[in-house]
């Protein structure tokens, strides 16, 4: 270049603000959506996550726990989802433990037993030989309504179900009674045969059952046996199992979410 030509440089500035303005206030827009959409999907994945999780770590669960966790969805107003137990505002619900540890609290029959002094209040019930089971593990209910009927437990709850004086309710009896065995050594009750306990008890603390065979004789066993408190170690992961799987999925949940949102979008100023 000859040092004495003249050189010029034209620089055209043309800004796209307005362009900008309307992307990322369709962006505003869609977030409240998206947000929700996301934590709905992340909510119910988080619950079924839950519930192979109660799989894996319950023997047996009833259908009545598997059914046990519900999900509280979210909406553009209130962007928030929850995951959580089914009545879990009650103090003695069954599954706390599980989660956080420590003891097991008194089942409905096991209050009863309390209530009308047949076991201490921090005992627990545990199943024995003479125990019948259902599919799950659980005793029978119809088994424990005999043995509160008998022990007239169900006259302080209000029930009906009291062993009556009956020659039919005498004669089931017959054929199976249930006692109570306050411990080796101990003379509950006083003065009549096995129900009250005449002598001294060989047996441990629990609940046990006479069965007659008539000539054949009869058999005992124990069908709840009393045990200190229950103390549960932590076994459903339920927050460990949450934070995984919103960290796993919920980013993945709301770019899907938001892509969607901003595609199906009225362009800003479109009439509605």
């Known amino acids: ?17 307005p362009e900008v303005k309307r992307l990322l206030a369709e962006q505003h827009q869609q977030v409240p959506f998206a947000l929700a959409v996301a934590l709905n999907k992340t909510a ?17 669960p009833t259908k009545y726990t598997m059914s046990s966790l519900y999900v509280k969805r979210a909406t553009k107003q209130k962007p928030e989802a929850r995951v959580w ?23 409905r029959l096991e209050v009863l037993l309390v209530r009308i002094g047949v076991m201490r209040s921090g005992e627990r019930a545990v199943p024995g030989k003479g125990a019948r089971l259902d599919a799950y593990g659980n005793m029978s209910r119809g088994q424990i309504q005999q043995i509160l009927s008998q022990l007239k437990a169900f006259y302080l709850a209000g029930a009906s179900q009291n062993a009556t004086g009956s020659k039919r309710s005498r004669a089931k009896r017959v054929k199976e009674a249930y006692f109570v065995s306050t411990g080796v050594g101990t003379h509950p009750y006083g003065s009549h045969s096995w129900l009250n306990g005449r002598h001294s008890q060989h047996l441990p603390r629990g609940v046990w059952s006479r069965n007659d065979f008539g000539a054949w004789g009869s058999a005992i066993k124990p069908v709840l046996v009393f045990v200190g408190s229950a103390k549960y170690r932590r076994r459903f992961e339920f927050f460990e199992v949450s934070d995984r799987t919103v960290e796993r999925h919920f980013g993945g949940y709301f770019d899907d979410a938001f892509a969607h949102a901003m595609r199906t979008a009225r362009p800003a100023g479109d009439a509605k």
């Open 85 to 107: 137990i089914k009545d879990s505002d009650q103090p003695n619900h069954y599954l706390l433990p599980q989660i956080y540890g420590g003891n097991r609290p008194l089942k």
């Open 44 to 60: 119910e994945h988080v619950k079924s996550e839950e519930l192979m999780h109660m799989q894996s770590v319950f023997d047996r």
């Open 1 to 17: 270049m000859h040092p004495k030509e003249k050189t010029s440089m034209q620089v055209d500035l043309r800004d796209n603000f």
